[in-house]
């Protein structure tokens, strides 16, 4: 087995050979259940992570301020996938608590497994050791909210290959490092915030998003883009407050990207 296309990626099942000089050979690759492929500046797809069933999204609730688009749209493209999303928040020991309450029953409206954890003091672990629980997941969100951490705080091993990119004893994650759980994995991934929904249509990309799902369903135009027509019905759910005004914001300004 040669060339890059083959290279195994976290999450893989492979089958090796042990060399009499106990050096380890990748045979080969059985087949992936599910790969999560993200595009590289230069246009090309690169596969993450492999056989993953679940996106752990992790947001600060501050240092750095938690940046909802992001969330919404890992949550969108877990939606798109078909795979599971839960929403972790991380730094609750940085928040205002009321704020930090809001936005935990935004997504627990919604119906999402959320837990708020502090990985680096080591509080409520269990709720997310639970939610974890034989899960082939990957934890996705900005740099600084948590993701190693986490990572580290649940056992996986963090320190060799990190390296400080930014002179300010900063660790930024380079590479994506897989953790074994009593049954299921983790992987630590670098830089994995986004990935790109391609060119989607509003009624597609309302559909990924469980708030829109049934009030889209009452617009007067078929293809109504919930961004100006009249007799919208997602526009109507935001001003009864059913619809979050953050979770609007984050749908409009992905509709208006790819529009
Ligand atoms: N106060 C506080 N600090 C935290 C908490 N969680 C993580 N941190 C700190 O936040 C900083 C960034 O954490 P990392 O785990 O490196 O963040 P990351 O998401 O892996 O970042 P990248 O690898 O760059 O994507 C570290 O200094 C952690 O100690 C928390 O709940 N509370
Ligand atoms: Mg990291
Ligand atoms: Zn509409």
Do not use: W
């Amino acid at each position: 087995m040669t060339g890059k296309r083959f290279m195994p990626v976290p999450g893989d099942v492979v089958a090796v050979r042990i060399l009499e000089d106990e050096r380890a050979v990748v045979d080969r690759i059985e087949p992936r259940t599910f790969s999560l492929e993200r595009r590289t500046v230069e246009g090309r797809a690169k596969t993450m992570a492999a056989n993953v069933d679940t996106l752990v999204t992790v947001t600060s609730l501050a240092h750095p301020p938690p940046r909802l688009i992001t969330l919404d749209q890992l949550l969108a493209f877990g939606e798109l996938e078909g795979i599971d999303a839960a929403v972790v928040f991380t730094k609750p020991d940085l928040a205002e608590p009321e704020a930090a309450r809001r936005l935990v029953a935004i997504y627990e409206r919604l119906q999402y497994p959320v837990a708020v954890v502090d990985p680096k003091h080591g509080s409520n672990l269990d709720a997310l050791r639970s939610l974890l629980n034989g899960r082939h997941a990957l934890l996705c969100g900005v740099s600084g909210v948590g993701k190693s951490t986490i990572f580290r705080a649940l056992g996986g091993e963090g320190s060799i290959g990190d390296v400080s990119r930014h002179g300010l004893g900063r660790q930024t994650t380079t590479a994506a490092r897989l953790y074994r759980m009593p049954e299921g994995f983790l992987v630590d991934s670098p830089g994995v915030n986004e990935f790109g929904l391609g060119a989607i249509q509003p009624r597609e990309l309302a559909d990924a998003f469980r708030d829109m799902r049934e009030p889209a369903t009452r617009c007067r135009f078929t293809d109504c883009t919930h961004l100006r027509e009249p007799g919208c019905g997602v526009r109507a759910a935001l001003q009864d407050g059913a619809i979050a005004e953050s979770r609007y914001a984050s749908f409009s300004r992905i509709a208006l990207r790819t529009e």
